[in-house]
């Protein structure tokens, strides 16, 4: 792990992180949230320097394989991903509330951002980082690899990886996935 992720690691270097939601609450249920994660990255690759290599989504939680080729520090990319989603997917969600029941997700997401004194209103990804974990050996990126891509397969989504069309097991199989420009290793 790199221990100082927000200065510039050497280019080429591949890392695999996970951003959660906070007390992991299934916010990517729905493909309109999912999208919204689909978008950033996509953004991200094209305006920020950011290579996405292998990508999941999962109701609680974006896993990424990913490296760098811009002058940001791959920390202050993915900061910047985590703080446009939280306030894409905070807009989308009081703009889907049902004003006549009570909508428990907005509610859980304005608690946890009352109990951080960072943002005191809306928190949608957990605050304990990324956990980048440098993938510096074929051995390493395989099993990361296989890692993110059996995420839906464990939790009993589909049978087969490439079944779930929010990750990028179908462009390892030669498919075109949802995000375009992968890096693929």
């Known amino acids: 792990m790199n221990k100082n992720f927000t200065s510039l690691p050497p280019k080429g270097e591949i890392y695999f992180l996970s951003a959660t939601v906070v007390r992991q609450i299934p916010v990517f249920n729905k493909d309109e949230y999912r999208q919204i994660i689909i978008d950033s990255l996509q953004f991200c690759q094209e305006k920020k320097g950011l290579n996405v290599h292998a ?12 490296s760098g080729h811009g002058d940001k520090p791959l920390g202050y990319v993915m900061r910047d991903f985590k703080s446009f989603t939280s306030k894409t997917v905070k807009e989308l969600l009081y703009k889907n509330v049902d004003r006549t029941k009570a909508d428990w997700l907005p509610f859980l997401l304005e608690r946890e951002g009352k109990y951080n004194s960072r943002n005191n209103e809306f928190q949608l990804w957990r605050q304990d980082g ?44 030669g498919d075109t996935g949802l995000l375009r420009n992968l890096i693929l290793k």
């Open 55 to 66: 990508w999941v989504i999962m109701p609680e939680e974006v896993s990424l394989i990913v």
């Open 130 to 173: 990324s956990n980048p974990v440098l993938l510096n050996t074929d051995s390493l990126f395989e099993r990361a690899l296989t890692f993110l891509h059996l995420k839906p397969v464990v939790a009993g989504f589909v049978i087969q990886p490439e079944y779930w069309k929010w990750s990028s097991a179908a462009d390892y199989l």
